[in-house]
Each structure stands twice: as C-alpha cells, then as structure tokens.
C-alpha cells in the first residue's frame, strides 16, 4: 500500500504518494507564504491531499515529513528549525490532529539518507555515511541497515558540529558550527561581507552591484579567477568540510559515503575538496573499500525516504 511523503522546506511544501519500491506516483507543491506553524500545517494538508486526489482510487497508509531542523526524536517536536524561525514546534502532533492520522516527523537528512539506502546511490550497502550541503549542512548515518538517530533523535548533526571556537553566529543560535562557514546561505552572506569591505575585485565586477545574484557558483568562480577574498571564503569552507567529513569516516567507518545538496552538484571544486580531505585525512583502515558516491534521488530523496520511513 503507498504511503505518503513530505519533504518541507523553508520555502515549499512538497508532498508525494510513494509506493513501497520507493517510486512516486503523484506528487504536489505548495509555497509557503506564512512561516506560523498553524500556516506551514495547513499548507502541508493542503499540498497532501492534492498528491492524494491526482493518484486516484488509492489508500494512503501512514505519513512521514522530512523537515531542516534538530528533532526529538520520539515526540516529533521540532526544537530548532533555522529556515522556518521555529523553537520547539509539536509538528508531528499537530499534523496528526489536521490528518487525521498518525504522522512521523524525522530530520530531512535522515529522509533523504533514507531514501538514498532503499532507492538511490546507497542500494546495497548497509554502512552509509550521507552529507548533503545545501543552504545549510547536514548529515545522516546509516549503521548495519538502521537509521542512527541518538538519545534524543539529533545523531549526525555534522553542519552544527564546532570548527571555530566562539566564531561567527550560525542559524541555530550557536557559535563557530561548520555550516555558519560552509552552508549555501553562509557562503553567500561571507561574500556579501568582502564586498562591503572591498576586499573582492572579480566577484563584484562579475555581479554588476546585484547582490542578489551571489550564489556558491559565483564564489567558486570568482576564486576560480583569482580573486583573493573569494578564495579565502572557499578554501576555508573546502577545508573545514574535508576535515570534518574525514573524521566522519575515521569514526563510523561506512561502506559507502554519499554526497548530495544543491552546492556540491553545482560546485564540483567544493566537491574535490571534501574526496581529497577524505583521502589526506580519514585513517587509512577506514577508507579500505569505502566507495565515494554521489545521490542520485536529487530533490526527490527526501519525499522517498519520509515515505518509506512512515511505516
């Protein structure tokens, strides 16, 4: 029997009817104009019962939501949620209520690693290690066919692991985590920063004065064309995700580590980085038949995965 999934953003609301292979059948999309939880709830029941009607005569089991933000784990209470504003929303509990339903709330990483295991890049492997970078950074572990998820539900946290002491402000509220250095949004405010100070040359002559059209493209190509400042905001961010993702592997020692997010496709120098900080940095025992993929889902991991994870 199909089951529903969700994958929310901090823009949009996707939901999909997804049978048990983890192939969609139908899906929808609804932006989010409101960022209340009352709102982002009722454009979630809206955005589902399209998806719902356009497949026709089927009965939907169960739902699962995919969502950017720490999560407990048994409650489904979102504790933090960056892109949405949100402490401590009981997402899971108020969908329930608006559904009708039982509805299991998970980290959008660990739906997409989900969905990477049992659809995508990671079939067959039963270690995995998954790294998307996006707006943000985020990672999901996978060990001996099961989701890690931790005491409370926040295992693999890696964008909100520390790298610099005290450093700059991240989206959780907390200093010096790798995504307030790494993450798209991170990126592309550092940039904003050198142009202010006057310190990027290439980048500014490349943006004409539209600062909106910044993106971790334009960075990795203005370092690409030696400007200075720009280099030094990738160089970082390369290095910082390398290390730190090396000693992932040192550490959990998967199979297959997946790689994915809307900066690495787009930004293949940002990727090198993260393979060779692999090779230079994890222990030569943990890299022994580790195979480096990349996710092959795209946007589409995230609904499968709190899909399949429902049940």
Known sequence: MPTLGIDLGGTNARAAVVDEQGRILTSSKQSLTERSPSAVVEVIAQTASEAVAIAGPVQVRSCGVGA???????????????????????LAEL???????????????????????????????QDVYVVFVGSGVGSAIISNNQLVRGGGGVAGELGHTKVVPGGRRCG?????????YAGGHNLVALARELLAAGRSTVLSEMIEGD???????????????????????????????????ANMVTVLNPARLILGGGVLMNCPGLRRYIVEGVQAYASNTSREGLLIADAE????????????LST
């Open 172 to 180: 959780c509220g907390e200093l010096g985590c790798l995504e307030a």
């Open 211 to 245: 600062l909106s059209s910044i993106t971790p493209l334009t960075i990795e190509q203005a370092a690409d064309a030696g400007d200075a400042g720009a280099r030094e905001i990738y160089e970082r961010a390369g290095r910082m995700l390398g290390l730190a993702i």
């Open 68 to 90: 950017a933000g720490q999560i407990h784990r048994d409650s489904g209470i979102i504790a933090v949620a960056p892109n949405l504003g949100w402490r401590n929303v009981p």
């Open 95 to 125: 969908l329930t209520e608006r559904l009708g339903h039982q509805v299991r709330v998970v980290n959008d990483l660990a739906a997409a690693a989900w969905g990477e295991l049992h659809a995508g890049a990671g079939r067959g492997a």
């Open 297 to 308: 889902l795209g946007d589409d991991s995230g609904l499968i995965g709190a899909a399949l």
